[in-house]
């Protein structure tokens, strides 16, 4: 048990370490959105991002699923490779076929969408190589790709800003990038076993709690491009780009925890109350700083262009505590084969969607938001309970 746990916690420390640095780079890239391209630009990248994010959703499944089965074989895994290569390719080609009507629908050039995706054609490829490290508990790799991704994304705004047309280079500077890691998180995965065999019903669970998870992450800054005028929708992305630092820091306790719960699921329950722990102390450490130093911090993220959103910041990061929360259950829920769990949260979610699309006003959205992620994080909390008494008796 004594080197279950040191593996635990040092897993948790190099994840933690690297999310941190990821975080930085994460930060110097709203730094520079910010500043360099104002708050108008930066809702229209922010958008585009989100847009490539939720077409390229079977990625995020795909990871999760790589995690829960882990490595096939060889023949099966090079079969995958191909299979993956060509969703990427399609997912590109729909963001093409339909970049017209996006185009007119988000008030921005076609072209645009053209170009952001394609990185979509590695990135489910990528985003497999990412859940088999993760499920060989290779967090020194992961970690190292982590901050690599991160690091060169800020290279690609800093290029792209100084260019007279800066969000169409940031696009195709982004799909380079993703390439590069894909190139390399490939290698890395070669050196990995295969891990033995799970149920279909599980893996499927695995791309469930997948789809959500990428959703909750995405839907509110697409709502609010459509809703809102270029400015305010501006405003809310870059309310969600600091906010979602508390989100952020659970997705890296949640993974380390599932994986954990994977090799050693006798010691479920002891994972689960340690990573709860650590992310309520950083997560009320965080909302701490953005009460007493709203505009400093939002000054130094976005600019001070940006002022506006402090008056929201302490609120906006209630909810995103409480999707935190939702976040390290839902890892729960992939690692116990825990369906009802995930059935919880998407009620919740569910009812996050129908608020946002009757607000108007960015300060509707982020009642919607708070409100809507205080309720999901209730329904998840006590369905988990409920389980726990029947699984944990």
Same mark, same amino acid.
Request: glycine share 12%; no cysteine.
């Given at each position: 048990?004594?080197s279950q746990?040191k593996k635990?916690?040092?897993?948790n420390a190099?994840y933690?370490?690297?999310?941190?640095?990821s975080?930085?780079f994460?930060?110097l890239?709203?730094?520079?959105?910010?500043h360099r391209?104002g708050?108008?630009?930066y809702?229209?990248?922010?958008?585009?991002n989100n847009v490539?994010?939720i077409?390229t959703l079977?990625?995020?499944?795909?990871t999760?699923?790589?995690?829960r089965?882990g490595?096939?074989s060889g023949?099966?895994?090079r &079969?995958?490779?191909?299979?993956?290569?060509?969703t990427?390719?399609?997912l590109?080609?729909?963001?093409?076929?339909?970049?017209?009507?996006?185009?007119?629908?988000?008030k921005m050039p076609s072209?645009?969408?053209?170009?952001?995706?394609?990185s979509?054609?590695?990135?489910?490829?990528?985003?497999?190589?990412?859940?088999?490290?993760?499920?060989?508990r290779?967090?020194?790799?992961l970690g190292?790709l982590?901050?690599?991704?991160s690091?060169l994304?800020?290279?690609?705004?800093?290029?792209?800003s100084y260019?007279? #047309?800066?969000v169409?280079?940031?696009g195709?500077?982004?799909?380079?990038?993703?390439?590069?890691?894909?190139g390399?998180?490939?290698?890395?995965?070669?050196?990995?076993l295969?891990s033995?065999?799970?149920?279909? &019903?599980?893996?499927a669970?695995?791309?469930a709690?997948g789809?959500?998870?990428?959703?909750?992450?995405?839907?509110d800054?697409v709502v609010?491009?459509?809703?809102l005028?270029?400015k305010?929708a501006g405003?809310?992305n870059?309310?969600a780009?600091i906010?979602?630092s508390i989100?952020y820091a659970?997705a890296?306790?949640?993974?380390?925890m599932?994986?954990?719960?994977l090799?050693?699921p006798?010691e479920?329950?002891r994972w689960?109350?340690?990573t709860?722990g650590?992310?309520?102390?950083?997560g009320?450490t965080i909302?701490?700083?953005?009460?007493l130093?709203?505009q400093?911090?939002?000054g130094?993220?976005?600019g001070?262009s940006?002022h506006p959103i402090?008056?929201w910041?302490v609120?906006?990061?209630?909810?995103?505590?409480?999707?935190?929360?939702?976040l390290?259950?839902?890892?729960?829920?992939v690692? &116990?084969?825990w369906w009802l769990?995930?059935?919880?949260?998407?009620?919740g979610?569910?009812v996050?969607?129908i608020?946002l699309? #009757?607000?108007?006003?960015?300060?509707?959205?982020?009642?919607?938001t708070?409100?809507?992620?205080v309720g999901?994080a209730?329904l998840?909390?006590?369905?988990?309970?409920?389980l726990?008494?029947a699984?944990?008796?």
């Amino acid at each position: 048990m004594i080197s279950q746990l040191k593996k635990f916690w040092l897993d948790n420390a190099i994840y933690g370490v690297a999310t941190l640095g990821s975080g930085i780079f994460n930060w110097l890239y709203a730094v520079l959105l910010g500043h360099r391209l104002g708050p108008s630009l930066y809702g229209v990248v922010t958008t585009l991002n989100n847009v490539v994010a939720i077409v390229t959703l079977p990625a995020s499944v795909v990871t999760l699923m790589a995690i829960r089965a882990g490595k096939p074989s060889g023949p099966q895994w090079r &079969r995958w490779r191909l299979v993956y290569g060509i969703t990427g390719l399609a997912l590109w080609g729909s963001l093409v076929a339909f970049s017209g009507p996006l185009g007119r629908a988000l008030k921005m050039p076609s072209i645009f969408f053209v170009v952001f995706g394609l990185s979509a054609w590695p990135m489910v490829d990528y985003a497999a190589n990412l859940g088999y490290v993760a499920r060989a508990r290779r967090y020194r790799w992961l970690g190292g790709l982590t901050v690599m991704g991160s690091a060169l994304s800020v290279i690609d705004v800093w290029l792209a800003s100084y260019t007279r #047309h800066p969000v169409l280079l940031l696009g195709a500077f982004q799909a380079v990038s993703v390439g590069m890691l894909w190139g390399l998180s490939s290698w890395i995965v070669r050196a990995i076993l295969p891990s033995g065999p799970s149920t279909k &019903r599980s893996v499927a669970l695995s791309g469930a709690v997948g789809v959500l998870q990428t959703l909750t992450g995405l839907t509110d800054g697409v709502v609010a491009k459509a809703q809102l005028t270029q400015k305010m929708a501006g405003f809310y992305n870059g309310l969600a780009t600091i906010g979602q630092s508390i989100p952020y820091a659970a997705a890296s306790l949640a993974l380390v925890m599932m994986t954990a719960m994977l090799e050693h699921p006798e010691e479920s329950r002891r994972w689960l109350k340690y990573t709860l722990g650590v992310y309520l102390g950083l997560g009320m450490t965080i909302e701490g700083v953005f009460g007493l130093v709203p505009q400093q911090l939002v000054g130094w993220a976005l600019g001070s262009s940006f002022h506006p959103i402090t008056t929201w910041l302490v609120f906006y990061g209630v909810g995103m505590l409480a999707l935190g929360m939702v976040l390290i259950f839902l890892a729960e829920a992939v690692a &116990r084969s825990w369906w009802l769990l995930w059935m919880a949260s998407s009620v919740g979610f569910v009812v996050w969607v129908i608020w946002l699309v #009757h607000s108007h006003s960015l300060p509707h959205l982020v009642h919607a938001t708070v409100w809507s992620l205080v309720g999901m994080a209730v329904l998840t909390v006590g369905m988990r309970m409920g389980l726990g008494y029947a699984h944990d008796a």
